[in-house]
């Protein structure tokens, strides 16, 4: 990453305030890693955004109690919001919300906004389906894997529960730290994450948004990871099928 | 990655990631080992090379780490596990690709903090980011914005707010940097250019640069070109 190409993407900023993609984080991140000029800027960015916050906050109490209206607003402005950043949105939010009242009109509808989303993301669900899972054992030979036996029928919105039972070592032990990844029916990585640790029982328990399952036969990989310095882990593959009912 | 380059703001000599004004070039210097370099020079049991990689990697884990924790002490630690991690793979069976020793410390750095949230998660532990008043990130570091009280940021940038030319200059800062609103939306609801955004944003950076030099060294404010 080139710092022109940084200054004139504006990187520093979105970075501060949590606008970057995905992708551009990571490359930044790796970036400034080695980088004191873009450290300084970051650090320069982080200051001045702390001192806006608390000028923010003087002025409004300075000038009265008087809580902001909250104006719930539709969800398309938050433009793909999601997990950390929306956390993260939301702290802002909450913060503005104690008494540090925002400057303008325009600000308190986005505080809305913000707080619709967080409402609709951590509210309660039922229904959630939750599958059990073992390792799958490999035909071997290069013969075709028969379809997986399990089956999760989804319907609209939620979240399923897959609980994995992980591999053992030799000593009969679910040990290890692994990393998960979910790869789709066409074998693409849905999604990863490092650091899983079987529970008390000798399961891995991941929680998925029915949006990242595509109709078709899912696999999900538990491999040693290689970050946590522990290699005690094997590793293991469950495959599940997923069905939409036809409308 | 898809983009268009604005013209008419020169980053040159405006004190973003520049060249020295004076026009000066600073003295030859040679090159630092590269990541490849430090990895296998560590996993020929070079203690020397440890300590460089400690020493050039430390500040933006630490930053980092401050970032996703919000606490200076879990950062502190973590940032140790880190090394110590990185230390031991590198010393051990090594990196299969070295260049990309960076990748490796953040995503050490990442998988480690994950699991002490975790950890917490899993203790009823609540993450104090949902403390309204919690501050946008750690304590301190030691970069001279790292100096400043939290007081004294706000005396400047107070100041830097009375020396901005308009009040839309004021709510540009104040809506991108605390209300979350991308550049697009700001130019339409504010019926402002591009690149007028992008001077307004330049221009308070480089401005808020040297009211806290000036905060810390005592120089008398340079007029801006």
Redesign the interface.
Known sequence: ME????????II?RY????LTAD?E?RF????????????????????????????A?DAARSGPAAPARRRGGLG?L?GLRGPRL???A??A?????GLA???L??QR?VGE?ETALDDALRPRAGTPVLRLGPERSTGGGAPDAPPSRRLTLDGDGWAVLSLDAPRTADGRAAG?FRVTLEGPAGQSVWS???V?PDARGRVIVALPFRLLEPGVQTIRLEP?????DSTGSPAVYRFDVRRPER | MNGTVESGVSERGAGGLEEPRDGSKPPAESPPPSAADLARRIAAGDGTAETELVERYSRGVLYLLRRLTRSSELAEDLHQETFRVVLERLRGRGLAEPDKLSAFLRETAKNLHRNEWRKGVRRGVEDDAGDARAELYADPGTSPYARLARAEEARLVRRLLGELPSPRDREILYRFYLGDEDKERLCRDLEISSLHFNRVLHRARRRFRRIVQESLHGRPERRVG
Request: some cysteine; hydrophobic content about 35%.
């Open positions: 710092h022109r190409w940084i200054e004139e993407h504006r900023e501060v305030t949590g606008r551009e990571e991140e790796e970036h400034y890693l080695d980088c004191p000029e873009c450290l300084d800027r970051l650090e320069e960015a982080d200051a001045l955004r702390r001192g806006l916050a608390r000028t923010a003087e402005s433009g956390a993260a949105a702290v802002v909450a913060a503005l919300l104690a925002t400057p303008t325009l600000l986005r913000l730290v994450d490092g650091s640790v990871d290689p970050t946590s310095g």
